[in-house]
């Protein structure tokens, strides 16, 4: 759909193709479109054209969807008993989500992104902004970088470029609408939108056609607000008195409005910034009601959780224990208990970690309930000093294996470096089960145990497991 001519529409004029040139300050945002589906149809070419949705946790909800299922009117989220009856009746086909490969393959679209510029903000799974600051004919530069991640990893991408990360985020979705809805906006703009080469007016034209629900930071209760203040459209919002939005809503979304108009206001977080929490909890695949079973889906949670720690290098001084039953089986006695420990000094160690959230499931177990869930969080949590290095001849720095002990730090480093090397729990606590058997061949994980995950339709791990590499007969 072309733009409309200056005599049209007096806010718009037609796009034209600029020289080549540099912009000192600019953003772009590289998005993967329908991101797990995407995988997925990789390494199965089949399901190229086929209505798909990836199920969550448990396989109970559709978590994301391909342009064909969304045509179904899937909606994000549907539950998948709900759905299920279009497997018959329109071909669907609905997978396990696949994290392990969905991980791997967005490393290697992050890697490839990178490329477009000189600084890289990694904000999503499937999503990051590049600075562009200083880089010449950027619009070129973005169809290459998209044609190489298509061509090298078979992902298809989106990319929106602005002068600030409000408009580049804006951009992409200017990109993508194009793209998958003809007449949204002008076809030359799908895949690739690049608003610093177009003028004000043609700008504040797209703005014009953009509902304000659809700006970045503006969530569905400020969308209604606005709304209700007869602000529908991003170009609204940008036109609002930011000092009256800062009044009368907050800060946050007066840095939307300051965006909106061409003033940066949110820089490159290249570095992210620790998190505050961190926590692991799971869905039980089926009903847990023997405490052995607890203590092994707790200690495997708390081992997940004391990594993700030791990675932004932290320590906790708390921990949180829950276990409950499930608020959706009416018929099966409720129960929902939380206890939280401090501990002193603050530790990043498994082992010790682990050693409370038992001692916390000791207290908050009690028979004849049937468990749903239970997780771990932790909290509290502070900048641990610089780690030992990993000498097995040297000395305890405090002759003990107390917390801060060059043992526990050497022990630490050890786990791993070697789960990193040879696969996630190829060394775990015994409290985590594997003692009924042998892993399964070629796995580093133990057979599937009650509290497990039910995953009956994941995908083979293609890219980070030796016995389920891709198979290719000819």
Known sequence: MPMPTQAAAPVATPLATPPARQHPGAFALVDGNNFYASC?????????GRPLVVLSNNDGCAIARSEEAKALGIAMGAPWFRIRHLEQQAGLVALSANFALYGDM???????????????????IDECFIDLAGVPDASARARQ?????????????????????????????????????PGSYPARLAQVCNLLELSARQRDWLLQRTPVAEVWG?????????Q??????????????????????????????????????????QAPAPKQQIACTRSFGQPVTELDDLRQALSHFCSRAALKLRQQGSRAGALLVFI????????????????????????DDTVRLVGAALQALQALYRPGYRYAKAGVMLLDLQAAPPQATLDWGAPDEDGGDGEGSGRSQRLMQALDTVNARFGAQALRLGSSGGGGGPPAPGCAEPAARPWQMRQQRRSPRYTTRWDELWQVRA
């Not at 997925?40 to 190229?48: A, G, Q, S």
């Open 40 to 48: 997925e149809r990789v390494f199965e070419p089949r399901l190229i």
């Open 106 to 124: 967005s490393q290697r679209l992050m890697e490839v992104a990178a490329a477009l510029g000189c600084g890289q903000e990694i904000y999503s």
């Open 145 to 181: 970088t998209r044609e190489r991640i298509q061509r090298w990893l078979g992902l298809p991408t989106c990319i929106g470029i602005g002068p600030t990360k409000t408009l580049a985020k804006l951009a992409n979705h200017i990109a993508k609408s194009a793209e998958r809805k």
């Open 218 to 226: 503006v969530g569905p209760r400020w969308a209604a607000q606005l």
């Open 228 to 269: 209700a203040h007869g602000v529908q459209t991003a170009l609204q919002l940008q036109r609002l008195d930011p000092a009256l939005v800062r009044q009368r809503w907050s800060v946050v979304l007066e840095r939307t409005v300051r965006e909106l108009g061409g003033l940066a206001c949110i820089g490159l977080e």
């Open 324 to 347: 409950r039953t499930s608020p959706f089986r009416p018929q099966d006695a409720p129960y929902a208990r939380s206890l939280v420990l401090p501990l002193s000094p603050p530790s």
